[in-house]
């Protein structure tokens, strides 16, 4: 197990997936895509014989984020299934929520505030909170997750838009023990210009932001969001031309490898 942070931002077309391996060698898997290209990317992530993911978590209940869990739960042992409780609308759903049942995969349901601890790794939730729960859109109860390790915060913001961003200044932005300020940003909803506002960049301050987006696929990731983030001297990685983009993080210094550079 690798003593550095590694964060996978997964080449899964369409949709969202991200790995992060903890010094040390704990993995949580953040979303899994639409389809099985999941496994394609875990497995050059991740060790030949390593079939152990420590957490699965699910930003929300929308296909692009979370069918390709089906496969990855056939394939990997997983220690225990992370979400909010929101339901989702879709028949691949229903067989999602079979298929956690028939392999006894404990789950674990959070909201903003809880915190997740290893040794010196610290995730926060900051969203959903019980406002962004009630809303009917589901991309308004994503968790937002904000990883702190080697000396590095980055935030994992699934497709949360204005609204849940707004939330998190109103929440954060004057709370002593929640900065928003980070260096890494998953941006919100693949680029789409209802997400990543100009006052949420000026909370965040994001070094670099990556963008989990398919070729040609509804217009994301969207000029405004890339002239935002531009505008904020953050740079900018996506996975429709990078490929995969791997983060090494090692006291708080980044390296970034790009698969297409």
């Not at 993911?53 to 699910?58: F, G, H, R, T, W």
């Not at 010196?120 to 959903?128: E, G, H, K, R, S």
């Amino acid at each position: 197990a690798s003593t550095d942070l590694n964060l996978y931002f997964l080449n899964v077309g369409q949709g969202d997936s991200e790995l992060i391996e903890l010094p040390g060698g704990v993995e949580i898997l953040i979303d899994g895509g639409p389809d099985k290209s999941v496994l394609f990317e875990l497995a050059k992530a991740m060790p030949g014989n390593d079939r152990y993911i420590d957490l699965m978590v699910m930003t929300h209940p929308q296909t692009d984020h979370f069918a390709g869990f089906a496969d990855v739960i056939e394939r990997y042992k997983i220690g225990a299934f992370i979400a909010t409780g929101r339901e989702g609308e879709s028949e691949t759903w229903d067989s999602f929520e079979k298929l956690l049942t028939e392999k006894n995969t404990p789950i674990i349901l959070v909201s903003a505030g809880d915190k997740i601890r290893y040794k010196d790794n610290l995730i926060t939730v900051l969203a959903p909170d019980e406002e962004l729960m009630k809303s009917k859109e589901l991309n308004d109860t994503s968790l937002v997750l904000k990883l702190e390790s080697e000396g590095t915060k980055s935030l994992f913001t699934g497709d949360a838009g204005f609204k849940a961003e707004n939330r998190l200044l109103t929440n954060f932005t004057s709370s002593e023990d929640v900065k928003l300020d980070i260096d890494v940003l998953k941006v919100g909803h693949h680029g789409s210009r209802f997400a990543t506002g100009a006052g949420f960049l000026v909370a965040t301050t994001p070094l670099i932001s990556v963008i989990e987006v398919g070729k040609n696929n509804y217009g994301h990731p969207t000029e405004a969001v890339l002239n935002r983030l531009k505008q904020f001297g953050s740079q900018v990685y996506r996975t429709d031309e990078n490929g995969t983009v791997r983060l090494r993080v090692s006291d708080g210094k980044i390296a970034i490898y790009l698969e297409i550079q």
